[in-house]
C-alpha cells in the first residue's frame, strides 16, 4: 500500500464494503414467518396400501424425502412364487437392521430360485371331494400369496401384515424393513433390528449389597424381557401403547392381570392415551406427564433402573410403564413410604431392614429441618443449648462479620453448588472437587473468619442425610424445602417452623397418586393391611397392599414356612 | 392474569410485614446481641437499694483449640431500686443486652436475707429466662464478695464449676440443691418453709461452730471452716427461712440430717462412737434403704412426728486389732451408729422447731393428710404449732462389713 | 367440596385433640381453681357423667343415622330451627376457638415475642389456617392423627420426667374445699368436656357409621384420663397457691424438667407439638363451621368463604382489651357457654326430636291400625 493509499484511508471516506455477518433467526417476534406445521397433527386419518408397487414407491419417497434422506434405503428386486414373478420392494433405515439376517432370511430366500418357490399353480390343494351323480366336486383351496410370502417364503420369526401406510411407516421407524409386493394391497413390516445398543450393566444409582446387579437398558424389549424373567408367569401383561405425535415413542404398560386393580389399568391407559404432545423422549417428562398435581412438588411416580424392583411392585398390584430410550421405568402409584425404602430392604431380615429405615427417617427429618430448627433455636430459643454449647457457639462467631441466616444462606447455596459442580466434573477430577469443594474451601472459611465451624457441621450433617434418601426425586423435593423452613426459622423461630411443617404435612397428606392417598401407611395408628413404612417379619407378610385393591388380597400363606 | 398477580402482591407484602414484625424480637433474642450472665448476686446498699452484681464469662477465651486456662470472669454492680431496673442499667453500660437464661446462681448477702427477700424472689420467678433449677445461695460476706471468690479449681468455665458443687451433697450430704423453684414453692406454701445454700469465702473468719452430741464429726460451715488453701468460695451448710426473712442456719451435720430426711443424699460417711474402746470412732459409711418413713399425727392438737429410717453401711476406718467379720461385733457397731443418728437426728429436729420454728423438712405436707378440707388445715395454722411438736426418731441400720480387709 | 369421610381412629383423635388443645393454655388452672386438691376425684365423677351424656347422646343420634344436629333441628322445627341452630354452634365454635388462639398468642407473646405485637402472631395463625382451609377434611382429619400421639406422648413425657419433683402429699387434703364444692359446684368442671360439642356433627363424617358408638365413647374415656394425666402433673409438681397463677401451667411444668446439665429448658420442643395441636385444633373447627353454615345456607362452594371466616376469627380474637379479659373469659364464660350450648341445648333439641318421631310412629301405626 503506498502512501497515497495510505493518506487516502486516513482521510477520505471509504465506507466498509464488508458486511458483519448478521444472521437472526427471528426478526419481529409478532410475525410469523411459516404457517403451522401440520406435522404431528395428522390425527387418525389412515392411508391404505395401495397395490402397485410403482405407487406405493412413488408415496413412500415423497413421504421420506428420499432425494435428501441419506439413509433410507429402497431395495427393488424380483420376488420369485409359485413360479409365477412379482415386482418387490424392500425398504429399510440403512443402521438401524442386521444386514446378515435381511440377506440370509429374506432377500434370499425370495429371490433366489428354490424349491420353495418354484411351485407352479397346477398343483392346487384339495381340501375336500364329493361325488355324486358321477360329477366330482372338489373344494379347492385358492392360492392366497400373502400366506404364502409369510408361512413359506420368509423363514423370520416376526413377520406381520399391515395394510395402512401410517403402520408401515413406523415399523420401518423403530428399525424393521417393509417388503411391498406388486398386485397386493398389504404389506410385510419384518423384524430385523439390528441397531447397537448399550449392554445390561450394573445400575449406577440405585446400588444394592444383596439384591441383582441388572438395570435396565434403552431399548424397550430388552427391559420387557429382563421383566419377564423375574415374573415367569404368562398372566404378565406388556400392552403398547404410542405417546408422541411426531414420535410416536413405544410404552409399554406392564401388569400382571390377575393382581392389579382394573380401575388403576384403565386410569394409566386413559391418561396415557390422551396426551397431546408432540415428542416424548424420556421416562422423566412421562413421569410429569402423568402425575397427578402435587402443591409440594413431590414426586408421585417410582422411578427406578432396578428389574427386580419393578417386580417385586408388579407382584404387588401396581402397574409398571417402560418407555422406549429410556433405561427407567415408572411404577404407579406411588406413596411416600415408597420413597424412603430401598430394594434391598427386602433382602435382610426385618430388623436390619427396619434399622435403616429408622435412620432414613431421620435422615429425611435431618434434610428437611436441620438448618431451619439451627436458626431458630440461636434467634430466639437459646435456652435449650447446653451452657458451654453455647459459649462454644459465640466463641467461635467472635470474629464471623456476618450475621448467622447470611452465613446459613451463602453455605447451602454452596454447598448447592459444589453438588451441581461435582455431577458435570470428568470423572478423573471428580473426587478431587469434594475434597477441593467441601474440606479446603469450608477449612479456609473457617480461618479466614467468615464462617463459624459449628455451621459447618450442621451444613455438612444436612449434605450427607441429604445422600442418605434412596430416591433421587423425593431427595430434591427436601433439599428444595429446607430453604423454605430456613427462612420460616428466621421469620419466627419454632413458631414459624411448627406452622410450615404444618402446611406441609397437611399438603402431603391431601395430595394423591393415581386415586391412592400419598400419605397412607405413614400413620402407625392408621390399620391398612400390608402398607405400614417398617417391615414386619417375613413370616407375617402375609398380605399386598391393601390401598390397591388388588384382585388377590394375601401373597404369602398365613404360615408360609411349612417345614417349621 | 390480575387476579394471581394481586395474589402474589398480596403474598410478597405479608411476608414484609411479618418479617419487619418479628425482626425487633430476632434482635433482641439473637444471640449475636446477647451477653450471657452467668451468677447474680443482691446485696442492700448505702441507701436502702439493692445493689446487683452481675458475673459475666469472657465466651472468646473458649476457643476451639481447647485452651485449658481459665476463662475468666467480669464482674460488674449497679446499684438500683429493684432488680428490673439493675438490669436496666446494665443494659446500658454493656451495650449487649442481658441475658439471664443461663444464670446458675444467685446469691442473697445475709444482711438482705434477714430483712427479707420474697419481693427479689418473685419478681426473678417472673421473669421468663430465670431457670427454675437457678441454685439459690445465701452469703455470709457480701454477695459481690463471695462472686469475686467463686474460682472452681478444676475446671475452665466457671459455669460447669456452678453446676456441679450443689451436686456435691448427694454423696456428702453437707449441702443441698436449693433451687428457686423450690424456695418459690415452699414461701408461698403454708406447709413448709424455705431453705438456700449457705455460702462464704474460706479464711475470712476464725468462728467456730460445735455441737454437744458431734466433737470429732465435721461441724464446720460455710466462713467458718477448716480448709486451708486459696482463697475461694464454699457452700456448706444451710441457710433456714422462716417465710422470706433468715432465722437461722444449718452447719454441716445439721445438713447431713436435712438430707436424711429429705432422701437427697445417696450416702454419706459418719464417725460413730466405738463401742469398745471410750473416746474412739469409727468411720462408717451409710447408704439409704428407703425413704424415711414420716408420720405425722396430731395429739391435743400438737403435732407428734414420727421420723423412721433404715440405713446400711459400711465400715470405712481401720486400726490395729480389729476383728470387723465377727458378728457380735458388727451387731455392736450397728447399734452405736443407730443411737448416734437418732441422737443427731433428734438434736436436728429439735432445733428446727424450737429454736428456728422453721419447717423446712416438709413435715406440714405429711400433717395434711389428717385433714379432709384446706380450710381446717389452713384454720389449723401449720407454721405457728410447729413449735410445738414432739419428735421420735427411730434407726434401724445394719452394719454389714468392712470395706477389702476383714480384720487387721 | 364432596363430604370426605374419615376413618374411626381419625374421628376419635379429632375429639381428643379439643380435649386436648384446651389444657395445653388454661383448662387444668380452671380446673383446679374451682375444686382445688380434690380435683382428680372430681375428675372421675364429672367423667362418669360425661360419658353417661356421651352415651345419651349416642342412643339419641342413632335414631336418625346420617345426620347432625342441624339435620336433626331442621326435622324438628323445620327451617328456621335448622337456621337458629346452626348460627348458635357456629357462634359457638368461632367464640370459643378464637379466645383460645387469644389466650395462647398471649402467652406466646410473654414467652417469646415479647418486642412483637399481638396482632402480628395471630396473623400467622389465621394466614396458615386460611391456607389449610382450602384442602380436603379428611387430610385435617390425617394430619391430626399424626399429631395426637405427639401430643399425648409430650404430656406423659412430661409426666414421667418431673416425677422426682412431685410431692404425692399434694393431693392432701382429699376433699380440697369441701363435699358440697367439690360434688356440686365441682360440676362446673364439665364445662371441660367442649369435645362433646363435636360429637354432634361427626355422624356425616364417618366411614364406618357402625363404628359410632367405639368412637363416641372411646374418645370420651380417653379426654377424661388424658385430664386426669394433666392435671394430676400440676397438682403434683405446685401447690395450691401457685398453680391459680400462672399462665401456662403445663408450660410452666416443662421448665422443670432436666436431664443431667445438658438436657435442660427444654420447653421450647413441648411448645414446637402443641402449636402444631394449636393450629390442627383451629382449622378442624372452622372446617366445621364452614361446612354448617354451608349446611344452612345451600350455597354451592364454600372455597370464597375461607377467607371471611378467617378474618372473623382474627377479629373475635382482638376482641377483648387485654390478658385479663380473655382470661376470665376463657376460665369462666368458656365453661358455662360449653355445658349451656353444647349439653343443655343439644341434648334437649335430640330429646325432643325423638319425641316427635316416637309420636309419628305411633300415629303412623294408628292410621295403618284403621285401615
Keep these: 500500500m503506498g502512501l497515497k493509499d495510505f493518506l487516502s484511508s486516513l482521510f477520505n471516506y471509504t465506507p466498509n464494503h464488508k458486511e458483519t455477518y448478521n444472521f437472526n433467526l427471528v426478526e419481529d417476534l409478532n410475525t410469523k414467518i411459516y404457517p403451522d406445521s401440520t406435522l404431528g397433527n395428522e390425527g387418525i386419518k389412515k392411508t391404505n396400501i395401495f397395490p402397485s408397487v410403482t405407487v406405493n414407491t412413488d408415496y413412500l419417497k415423497s413421504k421420506y424425502n428420499l432425494l435428501i434422506n ?244 408388579l407382584l404387588d398390584g401396581r402397574v409398571i410403564i417402560l418407555v422406549n430410550g429410556s433405561p427407567y421405568a415408572i411404577i404407579t402409584p406411588g406413596i411416600l413410604s415408597d420413597f424412603l425404602s430401598s430394594p434391598d430392604d427386602k433382602n435382610q431380615k426385618a430388623v436390619f431392614s427396619n434399622f435403616t429405615k429408622f435412620i432414613r427417617l431421620i435422615a429425611a427429618f435431618i434434610t428437611l429441618l436441620l438448618p431451619g430448627l439451627y436458626i431458630a433455636v440461636t434467634s430466639f430459643h437459646q435456652e435449650i443449648l447446653p451452657t458451654e454449647l453455647l459459649f462454644s457457639i459465640l466463641a467461635s462467631r467472635a470474629n464471623v462479620p456476618f450475621p448467622i441466616i447470611f452465613e446459613l444462606l451463602v453455605l447451602e447455596l454452596s454447598f448447592e453448588l459444589i453438588r451441581e459442580a461435582g455431577l458435570r466434573v470428568p470423572s478423573p477430577i471428580g473426587p478431587t472437587i469434594g475434597i477441593v469443594g467441601a474440606l479446603v474451601m469450608g477449612q479456609a472459611a473457617v480461618s479466614a473468619g467468615i464462617v463459624s465451624p459449628i455451621l459447618i457441621i450442621v451444613v455438612a450433617i444436612t449434605g450427607t442425610a441429604s445422600f442418605a434418601i434412596p430416591d433421587y426425586s423425593f431427595g430434591f423435593h427436601l433439599r428444595v424445602y429446607r430453604f423454605v423452613f430456613i427462612f420460616l426459622g428466621y421469620l419466627c423461630g419454632f413458631l414459624g417452623i411448627a406452622l410450615g411443617l404444618f402446611v406441609y404435612m397437611i399438603s402431603m397428606c391431601d395430595s394423591k397418586s393415581f386415586g391412592v392417598p400419598f400419605t397412607v401407611g405413614v400413620s402407625p395408628l392408621e390399620k391398612v393391611k400390608g402398607s405400614s413404612y417398617f417391615l414386619p417379619p417375613m413370616e407375617k407378610r402375609e398380605y399386598r397392599s391393601g390401598f390397591l385393591n388388588a384382585k388377590k388380597e394375601t401373597k404369602q400363606g398365613h404360615i408360609s414356612m411349612k417345614w417349621k | 392474569m390480575p ?50 452484681s452481675f458475673q459475666f464469662t469472657n465466651a472468646s477465651s473458649v476457643s476451639e483449640s481447647g485452651t485449658t486456662e481459665q476463662a475468666p470472669s467480669i464482674i460488674y454492680s449497679v446499684d438500683a431500686s429493684s432488680i428490673s431496673a439493675g438490669i436496666n442499667l446494665i443494659n446500658t453500660y454493656i451495650g449487649k443486652s442481658v441475658n439471664l437464661s443461663h444464670c446458675k446462681v444467685i446469691t442473697f448477702s445475709e444482711e438482705i436475707a434477714s430483712r427479707g427477700i420474697s419481693d427479689e424472689i418473685y419478681t426473678l420467678i417472673n421473669d421468663t429466662q430465670i431457670r427454675p433449677s437457678t441454685n439459690i445461695v445465701i452469703s455470709k460476706t457480701s454477695a459481690r464478695y463471695y462472686l469475686e471468690h467463686s474460682k472452681p479449681l478444676f475446671e475452665n468455665l466457671i459455669t460447669k464449676y456452678y453446676e456441679v458443687f450443689s451436686a456435691s451433697g448427694s454423696y456428702t450430704g453437707f449441702t443441698a440443691n436449693a433451687t428457686i423453684g423450690d424456695f418459690f414453692d415452699s414461701l408461698i406454701c403454708h406447709s413448709c418453709e424455705p431453705y438456700g445454700i449457705l455460702g462464704g469465702v474460706t479464711n475470712n473468719s476464725t468462728e467456730y461452730t460445735g455441737s454437744s452430741n458431734s466433737e470429732n464429726d465435721s461441724t464446720t460451715k460455710s466462713n467458718a471452716s477448716s480448709l486451708s488453701g486459696q482463697s475461694t468460695a464454699e457452700n456448706t451448710g444451710l441457710a433456714v427461712f422462716k417465710d422470706d426473712v433468715l432465722v437461722g442456719e444449718l452447719n454441716s451435720i445439721e445438713t447431713l440430717c436435712f438430707s436424711i430426711i429429705r432422701n437427697q443424699v445417696d450416702g454419706f460417711l459418719i464417725s460413730a462412737p466405738n463401742p469398745n474402746k471410750a473416746n474412739s470412732y469409727i468411720d462408717l459409711h451409710v447408704t439409704p434403704l428407703v425413704t424415711p418413713k414420716i408420720k405425722v399425727n396430731i395429739l391435743n392438737g400438737t403435732p407428734y412426728i414420727t421420723v423412721d429410717c433404715r440405713f446400711t453401711g459400711r465400715i470405712y476406718s481401720m486400726e490395729d486389732g480389729s476383728d470387723y467379720l465377727d458378728s457380735n461385733m458388727l451387731n455392736q457397731i450397728s447399734n452405736s451408729c443407730n443411737s448416734y443418728l437418732e441422737s443427731i437426728l433428734t438434736e436436728y429436729l429439735y432445733k428446727t422447731s424450737k429454736a428456728l420454728n422453721s419447717d423446712i423438712n416438709g413435715f406440714g405436707k405429711t400433717a395434711r393428710s389428717h385433714f379432709l378440707t384446706l380450710d381446717e388445715f389452713y384454720n389449723y395454722n401449720w407454721s405457728e404449732k410447729y413449735k410445738d411438736s414432739f419428735f421420735k426418731v427411730t434407726v434401724n441400720s445394719s452394719i454389714r462389713s468392712s470395706s477389702l480387709l476383714t480384720e487387721s | 367440596m364432596e363430604t370426605s369421610k374419615i376413618t374411626t381412629a381419625e ?94 398468642c398471649e402467652c406466646l407473646k410473654i414467652v417469646y415475642y415479647p418486642m412483637t405485637s399481638l396482632i402480628f402472631i395471630i396473623l400467622t395463625f389465621i394466614v396458615v389456617i386460611c391456607i389449610t382451609l382450602h384442602h380436603r377434611f379428611s387430610s385435617i382429619a390425617k394430619v391430626n392423627l399424626l399429631i395426637i400421639p405427639l401430643v399425648i406422648i409430650s404430656i406423659i413425657f412430661l409426666f414421667v420426667a418431673n416425677m422426682k419433683n412431685f410431692s404425692l402429699d399434694n393431693i392432701f387434703p382429699i376433699l380440697g374445699n369441701g363435699l358440697f364444692d367439690t360434688f356440686v359446684i365441682g360440676l362446673g368442671n364439665l364445662g371441660a368436656f367442649g369435645g ?30 388424658y385430664f386426669l394425666l394433666c392435671v394430676s402433673i400440676i397438682l403434683f409438681m405446685f401447690i395450691s397457691l401457685m398453680y391459680t397463677n400462672q399462665i401456662m401451667p403445663l408450660y410452666s411444668a416443662a421448665r422443670y424438667i432436666e436431664f443431667g446439665n445438658f438436657f435442660q429448658r427444654l420447653e421450647s420442643v413441648f411448645l414446637l407439638i402443641w402449636i402444631l395441636q394449636m393450629v390442627c385444633y383451629l382449622s378442624i373447627i372452622a372446617k366445621i363451621s364452614i361446612s354448617i353454615f354451608k349446611k344452612i345456607t345451600n350455597i354451592r362452594d364454600e372455597k370464597p368463604l375461607i377467607f371471611v371466616f378467617g378474618l372473623l376469627i382474627f377479629a373475635i380474637s382482638l376482641l377483648p382489651k387485654n390478658y385479663a379479659v380473655s382470661k376470665l373469659i376463657e376460665d369462666y364464660i368458656y365453661h358455662y357457654m360449653v355445658i349451656v350450648v353444647s349439653i343443655f341445648l343439644g341434648v334437649s333439641l335430640l330429646i325432643l326430636a325423638y319425641f316427635k318421631k316416637r309420636k309419628k310412629k305411633e300415629l303412623k301405626a294408628d292410621a295403618q291400625k284403621t285401615i
Excluded at chain 1, 404378565?236 to 389399568?265: F, H, P, Q, R, W
Excluded at chain 3, 357402625?210 to 377424661?224: A, D, E
Design chain 2, 3 to 52: 387476579k394471581k398477580l394481586f395474589k402474589k402482591i398480596f403474598i410478597v407484602i405479608l411476608i414484609i410485614m411479618l418479617l419487619l414484625a418479628f425482626s425487633k424480637s430476632y434482635s433482641t433474642l439473637n444471640i449475636d446481641n446477647l451477653s450471657v450472665v452467668v451468677a447474680m448476686g443482691i446485696d442492700v446498699s448505702d441507701k436502702n437499694h439493692l445493689q446487683i
Design chain 3, 11 to 104: 374421628a376419635i383423635s379429632i375429639v381428643l385433640g379439643i380435649f386436648v388443645a384446651y389444657t395445653l393454655v388454661a383448662l387444668p388452672r380452671s380446673m383446679l381453681e374451682t375444686t382445688k386438691t380434690a380435683t382428680l376425684i372430681n375428675l372421675i365423677y364429672v367423667g362418669i357423667i360425661a360419658l353417661l351424656i356421651t352415651f345419651l347422646i349416642y342412643k339419641l343420634l342413632l335414631k336418625f343415622p346420617g345426620s347432625d344436629i342441624v339435620d336433626v333441628a331442621e326435622y324438628l322445627g323445620g327451617k328456621p330451627l335448622k337456621t337458629l341452630i346452626g348460627i348458635v354452634f357456629i357462634f359457638y365454635f368461632l367464640f370459643s376457638s378464637s379466645i383460645l388462639l387469644r389466650n395462647f
Design chain 1, 70 to 313: 441419506s439413509d433410507i434405503i429402497f431395495r427393488d428386486f424380483i420376488l420369485n412364487a409359485r413360479g409365477k414373478q412379482y415386482h418387490a420392494l424392500l425398504i429399510f433405515i440403512d443402521g438401524m437392521i442386521n444386514t446378515e439376517i435381511m440377506n440370509e432370511f429374506i432377500l434370499e430366500p425370495l429371490m433366489m430360485r428354490n424349491k420353495n418357490n418354484l411351485y407352479d399353480n397346477s398343483q392346487n390343494r384339495v381340501i375336500s371331494e364329493a361325488v355324486a351323480n358321477n360329477i366330482t366336486v372338489r373344494k379347492v383351496k385358492k392360492f392366497n400369496l400373502p400366506n404364502y410370502i409369510s408361512s413359506c417364503l420368509v423363514p423370520q420369526n416376526a413377520i406381520k401384515q399391515v395394510s395402512t401406510f401410517e403402520d408401515i411407516i413406523s415399523g420401518i421407524n423403530s428399525g424393521n424393513c417393509a417388503l411391498f409386493v406388486d398386485t397386493l394391497d398389504i404389506a410385510f413390516d419384518i423384524e430385523v433390528k439390528g441397531f447397537k445398543q448399550r449392554g445390561i450393566e450394573k445400575p449406577s444409582n440405585e446400588i444394592v449389597i444383596k439384591g441383582p446387579h441388572e438395570s435396565f437398558v434403552e431399548n424397550i424389549r430388552t427391559n420387557t424381557s429382563l421383566i419377564r424373567r423375574f415374573v415367569n408367569n404368562e398372566n404378565l401383561i406388556i400392552e403398547n401403547v404410542n405417546v408422541g405425535n411426531i414420535t410416536k415413542t413405544k410404552c409399554g404398560v406392564c401388569y400382571i392381570s390377575g393382581l392389579a386393580n382394573e380401575d388403576l389399568i384403565a386410569e394409566v391407559k386413559f391418561r396415557m392415551n390422551n396426551l397431546d404432545v408432540d415428542s416424548l423422549l424420556s421416562a422423566g417428562q412421562l413421569e410429569q406427564l402423568i402425575s397427578d398435581s402435587s402443591p409440594l412438588n413431590t414426586p408421585q411416580l417410582i422411578s427406578t433402573e432396578r428389574p427386580d424392583k419393578s417386580a417385586s411392585y
Design chain 3, 196 to 225: 362433646i360439642t363435636l360429637l354432634y356433627f361427626l355422624p356425616p363424617y364417618l366411614k364406618e357409621p357402625q363404628k359410632m358408638k367405639k368412637v363416641y365413647l372411646t374418645s370420651i374415656l380417653l379426654g377424661t384420663i
